[in-house]
Structure formats: structure tokens, C-alpha cells
């Protein structure tokens, strides 16, 4: 049997992280959009026409973008020598910035945008949000980086 890479205590680190990051995203996600409040209305919301009212999901553009930041200063940190521990960064970058991101909205938010009966307009929205998020993350997570090294690793 192959030798895990990660000890029980990494995953504690990562697990840790993790409700941390998803706990953030919920205090985010409920004061950018505080409806809907539950998987049911959200699911009713994401169906319908009503989820193309608004160009972008603020919220899940929020909390990715931050997620993206966070992650290249924690790359940068990984990957630099300053004497941060291994686990602490295990639970800021795969665990809060994994679970603080959401990729899986942002899918659901494009597929709402690009669907055929989706009101005239959709389209743009939904190929600026796309362009918007991928393009902001990339960006964000290279500044997280650059910065990083710039002024923390190379003191």
C-alpha cells in the first residue's frame, strides 16, 4: 500500500480550514445576496427566469475572487522559504480558500445565464460573468502571488 502524502493531523489542518472558509463564504453569500435562504427557494430561484434579473452573482463573485488572492499568496508561500508551517498553509489553501470558493455555483449561474429561455441579454451576461471570473481570478491570484514574493518571501 503506497504512503499516504498527507498525516491524519494535515487533514485535521485541512478539515479545520475548511469549515472556516465555507463559514465565511455563508456570512458573504447571506450579506451580498441574503435570498434565498434555502436549498429549496434557491433551486426554485436558479430554475427560473428570475435568476437572470441581476447581471452577476455578486456574492459568488466575491467570495471566488477572494479565494483566487488568497490562494496565490499561500502558492507563494508554499513555494517560498519563510518558515510558515506546511500544515498551516495545507488548511489556509486547500482548506478555507477550497472551501470559501465555489465552483459549482458559479457553473450552475452560467448554465441559468447561457439556457435557451433565459431572457434576451442572458448571453452577455453570462459570457462577462465567465470572462469576469476567470479572468479576475487569474489576475488576483497571480497579484496574491507576485506580491507575496515580492514583499514577504525575498525580506
Known sequence: MPRSLFSAADLAAIA?????????????????????????????????????????????????????????VAVALM??????????????STGFCGSLTTFSTFAVDVATKLQPSAPTGSWREGLSYIFLSVLGGAALFAIGRMGTRRWVVSQ
Do not use: H, M
Request: aromatic residues 8%; charged residues 10%; positive net charge.
Open 16 to 72: 479545520g480550514g475548511g469549515v472556516v472558509g465555507a463559514t465565511v463564504r455563508r456570512l458573504v453569500t447571506g450579506w451580498l445576496a441574503p435570498e434565498p435562504s434555502t436549498l429549496d427557494t434557491w433551486f426554485a430561484y436558479a430554475s427560473s427566469a428570475s435568476a437572470s434579473a441581476t447581471p452577476f452573482d455578486w456574492s459568488t463573485i466575491a467570495v471566488n475572487l477572494t479565494g483566487c488572492l488568497l490562494l496565490g
Open 79 to 92: 513555494t517560498g522559504a519563510v518558515g510558515v508551517r506546511r500544515r498551516a498553509l495545507l488548511a489556509a
